[in-house]
């Protein structure tokens, strides 16, 4: 080994070291002898996979036809839709929950006329799934962008030219090359919508999912409530991310 490859191997090793020194705190400060949940932790882990489940299909949905629309399209004003994306994204999470509370709230201007009809976007699962949606879609809008800008144009114009139609063209070929940027995109959503704190917190209070529900823990019994709750949540967390990075790890080799 080099001495430029042992540089390399050293400052990624300091930086994993980093990122994993918490968690090698969490281990040793989790008392082991006596792990145990307390009332309510059961239902919050069921709150957070079934909504968090529902807001990334919402997310595919809408973020992958606009992911696209970026990736493909050359218009006049695209930086301000650009921005738009990234807005909710910089914003910090409480403030972006007070700004959700203004609109949907029971008075405001989106909120009250969806109240009539019996939506309610205040502390309820609607609310939930909306502030994860609003959380986690500029991930994925970002990441799935950078996914179908790494697929060649001149593929698709051979298609099209094939007489193939623009949406043959885009299921065919362009979302296959792109899935792999695309599974990211996804477990990057899922991830950041799972554990989305602040803005649930001040829009979606109850149901309380698992990241509201370790704050309670916290004020109510202490830091041994929080611990065996936070290991439940990376159990249950990670299998999906982790998935989807194989799935497509697997499917970048097979199409080597």
Known sequence: MNRANRLLALTATLGLGLLALPFAALIGATHWHSLGFVPGDAASIGISLTYTAIALVVIALLGTPLAYWLARSRFHGKWLVEALVLLPLLTPPLAMGILLSTL??????????????????????YAFVLAQVYSAAPYFIVTARAAFEGVPRELEQVALTLGKTRWQCFVSITLPLAGLGLAAAAALAWVRALGEFGVVLIIAYFPQGIPVKLWVNLQDYGLSAVYPLLWLFFLVAMPLPLLLGALSRRSGLVRA
Do not use: D, H, Q
């Not at 709230?105 to 699962?125: C, D, I, Q, S």
């Open 104 to 125: 949907y709230g029971p008075y405001g201007w989106a909120g009250k006329p969806l109240a009539r009809l019996g939506v309610e976007l205040t502390n309820t699962a």
